[in-house]
């Protein structure tokens, strides 16, 4: 009897897939990580001076916390769709949306770990003659790292599963062969990128956590007594799908 | 700009709003798949959650639940449930996902609310005799009340927003307005739908707070006897 394609059978798992769609495989994650790349970076470059601001001046706060959290709270597919009238169909309108939403997560961490920064350590550095941007970036932003990272990580992994959402104007990266894999019931399709798609946000996960440990050697020797406080008082986590 | 002025036109024609594709009926599917799956989440994790809270046990479990939770793409879950031979039964492949993904907000909040109750406190409900069934019941539950409900409102947004989602994969719901007028490319109708998403998900998230909010036990109980000592006068103090 002679041996069926799995292509043919519509198996889950497929190997005969991997090796003549492995380009389009490559293509998809390559694409998958660029729009996840791009909106934690620029959702960092705009948060971290939205929580300065925020922590300056209390009047700025509430409304800085309010409409992040608004934004937290549409739904992926109607803010993707929101956007398209503004921005066109473009790769934009999904970097936007995700930018909008890891805003929620970092804003609240930065503000969360500044907050955290004992005030003895400020004394000791103002008496140290730090002008207030030393005192700053010089201590304030080290010690404020650990909760920063755990935002930044939280805000990433949950980037990386919303990005699949973006296949609604084609710019999903995996997200779009899970779509196009549904509509054509091509399950090794679907399977695949699903599991490419985890594995990047574990992988991801896995190296912010690795360079976490870098930037913040001096936390590992305290860190039986403290464990991650910031991490712990990060927001009942959710991933609005 | 002529995109709100064609929304607007889209949502004030009667006739989107009724028939099987109408705006009600998607509305009622929303409401319908977001109660049924809140219900049986809320069933299996919060007496989950509230047992192993009470115990001190399994911290380690509603932490990474829910940051697995985080890592899983939604959308790909609904799919590969879709394409499963669970795919055949209605909505349930929807129902089953939108509870995988509301379980570890609820857990995880009824968790830490149950551990960050004061320690002094429950020591002293044991001191005056309490059972542990009493102490979950007159001191832990109703002190934790306040997260249980965080975690019971991220869920319940969160399963609208993922409802939403059901309809890129041929699901009822709200989303359907979104996808159709994808197909359609009718702009007006693409943001017309979206609107009523967020809409009705920032609803949700209000309705959830006012709850929160009237149904605190320790805030009601305060509430009363601020009540009852405000008009006799503390000399004292």
Known sequence: MAEQSCLVDNDWICGEYLSTRGQEL??????????????????????????LLARARRGVRGPVLGLTTVFYAIPSLAMFSLLVPVLGLSVSVVVTGLVLYSLTILVRNILAGLAAVPEEAREAA??????????????????????????LRIATVSTVSLTTIGAIIGYGGLGNLVLSGLRSYFKAQVLTASVLCVLLAVVADVVLLLVQR???????????????????????????? | MDV???????????????????????????????????????????????V????????????????????????????????????????WPTVIALVLFAIPPVLTNAY???????????????????????????????????????GVRSAA???????TLAALAGGGGLGRVITAGFRLTDTAQVVA?????????????????????????????????????????????
């Open chain 1, 214 to 241: 870098l930037l913040t050697p001096w936390t590992r020797t305290r860190r039986r007594r403290a464990p991650r406080a910031g991490a712990a008082k990060t927001p009942a986590g959710q991933a609005v799908a």
């Open chain 2, 112 to 150: 830490v609310g149950m551990r960050e109750v004061d320690r002094d406190m429950v020591e002293a409900a044991r001191g005056m005799g309490m059972t542990g069934p009493q102490v979950v019941a007159r001191v832990e539950l109703p002190l934790a009340f306040p997260l249980i409900m965080t």
């Open chain 1, 126 to 151: 103002r008496g140290m003659g730090y002008g207030p941007v030393r005192l700053l970036f010089g201590v304030e932003l080290p010690l404020a790292l650990p909760a920063l990272m755990a935002g």
């Open chain 2, 52 to 91: 192993l809270g009470h115990l001190g046990r399994g911290g380690a479990l509603a932490v990474n639940l829910s940051n697995v939770g985080r890592a899983v793409p939604t959308f790909a879950v609904l799919v590969l449930l879709l394409l499963s031979p669970l795919g055949q039964y209605g909505s």
């Open chain 1, 26 to 51: 490559v293509d998809a994650t390559l694409q998958h990580i660029g729009i996840t790349l791009a909106s934690v970076a620029i959702g960092l470059l705009v948060a971290f001076p939205l929580a």
């Open chain 2, 193 to 237: 739908g979206a609107l009523l998403v967020a809409v009705f998900a920032l609803l949700v998230e209000g309705v959830f707070v006012l709850l929160a909010r009237l149904l605190d036990p320790v805030r009601r109980r305060a509430g009363r006897t601020a009540g009852k000592v405000a008009p006799t006068p503390v000399s004292d103090v």
């Open chain 2, 4 to 50: 709100v002025e064609r929304t607007w036109t889209w949502l004030a024609t009667g006739a989107h709003w009724t028939g099987g594709d109408g705006v009600w009926h998607r509305l009622d599917q929303h409401l319908y798949l977001t109660a049924v799956s809140l219900l049986i989440s809320c069933a299996v994790a919060l007496p989950v959650a509230v």
């Open chain 2, 157 to 163: 947004v969160q399963i609208v927003a993922t409802a």
